[in-house]
């Protein structure tokens, strides 16, 4: 059964630095595209950042400049590093993977709640 384990939410001030990390278990993810999604409050679940297993990545216009991600596919783990972090960027954020011929996510994280403030 596939598997998707977060890691590195938490609280910090504005300005302030996180990065999440997203263990995949119980699959071959190298053809899969894994990401984070986020919930923030207001608003609806948006996709945040996304890379392929070839190391293309797609970020949401907000986060680029602020945001990377990246993956070890040895490691079958995705990071987004976030940076520059303010109040908008509060949320929970969701781990994902799909394959790259699906558009919809099928396995999900838990689910890390990142909290800006001061």
């Known amino acids: 059964q596939s598997q998707l384990v977060e890691s590195g939410g938490g609280l910090v001030r504005p300005g302030g630095s996180l990065r999440l990390s997203c263990t995949a278990s119980?699959?071959?993810?190298?053809?899969?595209?894994l990401g984070w999604y986020r919930q923030t409050p207001g608003k609806e679940l948006e996709l945040v950042a996304e890379?392929?297993?070839?190391?293309?990545?797609h970020l949401l216009d907000s986060v680029k400049g602020r945001f990377t991600i990246s993956r070890d596919n040895g490691e079958n783990t995705v990071y987004l590093q976030m940076n520059s972090l303010n109040a908008e960027d509060t949320g929970v954020y969701y781990c994902?993977?799909?394959?790259?011929?699906?558009?919809?996510?099928?396995?999900w994280g838990q689910g890390t709640q990142v909290t800006v403030s001061s």
């Open positions: 994902f993977g799909r394959h790259w011929l699906r558009q919809a996510p099928e396995v």
């Open positions: 119980g699959n071959t993810f190298s053809r899969y595209v």
């Open positions: 890379i392929h297993s070839g190391g293309s990545t």
